[in-house]
């Protein structure tokens, strides 16, 4: 597999390194995907992934988890209209899926400031899940604005901008299957 700055998916972009290759991300996916599994107890689990930069990751890490599950997607936005809001985030998509009395985990690609999974958690915990977790595959543990635990993550980011597996700068790179970091 293509892995070099000389990929042609990077539109020529210098790329300073590769901190997270396909199969390195693969192998943490599948441990979380056995974590995941190990921690809930019998009950509805709804998996809710943040589009659009989670979805590689929640499709990777779906079939990783060795239970009945349920898959819905939310898009956010901290701008434009929306149709609920609380704080600066918005739901511009909203599942019909009823929240009430399941298990959420609620799944991002990373976390920065925290700010889009914490008032996500506050617009969604208003509808009765059983329980809501966080999960992200990276965690850049800068998080100011994020008063509730990430319980399940894959990596510790580095301070780097980080692109692929779902990760874009300005839409491009989401497609790359590794993880670069931009120079
Ligand atoms: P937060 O609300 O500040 O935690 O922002 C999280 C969102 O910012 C993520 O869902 C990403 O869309 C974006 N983001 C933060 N850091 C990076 C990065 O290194 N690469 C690509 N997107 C990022
Ligand atoms: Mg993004």
Not at 3 to 25: C, H, M, N, Q
Not at 44 to 54: A, F, M, P, R
Not at 61 to 81: C, M, T
């Amino acid at each position: 597999m293509q892995t070099s700055s000389v990929d042609p998916r990077l539109k020529g972009r210098p790329v300073a390194r590769i901190p997270f290759d396909a199969e390195t991300i693969a192998r943490r996916v599948a441990e979380l995907g056995r974590e995941i599994t190990a921690a809930y107890p019998d009950g509805d689990l709804l998996v809710l992934g943040l589009l659009k930069g989670s979805f590689i990751f929640v499709a990777d890490l779906v079939r990783e988890i060795e239970r009945p599950l349920h898959v819905d997607f939310i898009v956010a936005s901290s701008y434009g209209a929306g149709t609920v809001s609380s704080g600066t985030v918005r739901l511009v998509y909203d599942p019909e899926t009823s929240l009430e009395g399941k298990h959420l985990l609620l799944v991002d690609d990373i976390v920065d400031s925290g700010r889009t999974l914490q008032e996500l958690s506050t617009i969604l915990r208003a509808r009765k899940p059983k329980s809501i977790a966080l999960c992200a595959l990276f965690h850049k543990h800068i998080a100011t604005e994020l008063t509730e635990p990430v319980r399940f993550y894959g990596f510790d980011a580095p301070s780097e901008f980080l692109v692929g597996y779902g990760l874009d700068h300005a839409e491009d790179f989401r497609h790359v299957p590794y993880v670069a970091s931009l120079q």
